[in-house]
């Protein structure tokens, strides 16, 4: 199986900026699409952003131009870099990756636990 772990959450000052951290383990055969979502209180989980397996990067209009996520494929890890934080931005951030664990097994989609991020006002 293919296991996540997310690290870089925390609390933040509106303005400020977080660097969101996730690294793929276990056994992995293919690892394709990796991207960020978050989930707010009362709020159905949101993409954030996704780095697709040829580079191209999609995100979320609500943080385009202050988000950049990119990728290590030597490392298996995908980062978010979080500039300009508003308190909107307060929610559980999820990484996900679309990977096959080994050659017999379909593509699935894998989730990380979850780290939180506090923006205050």
């Known amino acids: 199986q293919v296991q996540l772990v997310e690290s870089g959450g925390g609390l933040v000052q509106a303005g400020g900026s977080l660097n969101l951290s996730c690294a793929a383990s276990?056994?992995?055969?293919?690892?394709?699409?990796m991207g960020w979502y978050r989930q707010a209180p009362g709020k159905q989980r949101e993409l954030v952003a996704v780095l697709l397996s040829g580079g191209n990067a999609n995100y979320a209009d609500s943080v385009r131009g202050r988000f950049t996520i990119s990728r290590d494929n030597a490392k298996n890890t995908v980062t978010l870099q979080m500039n300009s934080l508003k308190p909107e931005d307060t929610a559980v951030y999820y990484c996900n990756a679309d990977a096959r664990p080994n050659v017999l097994a379909s593509l699935a989609r894998y989730w990380g636990q979850g780290t939180q991020v506090t923006v205050s006002s």
């Open positions: 276990g056994s992995i055969f293919v690892l394709n699409a």
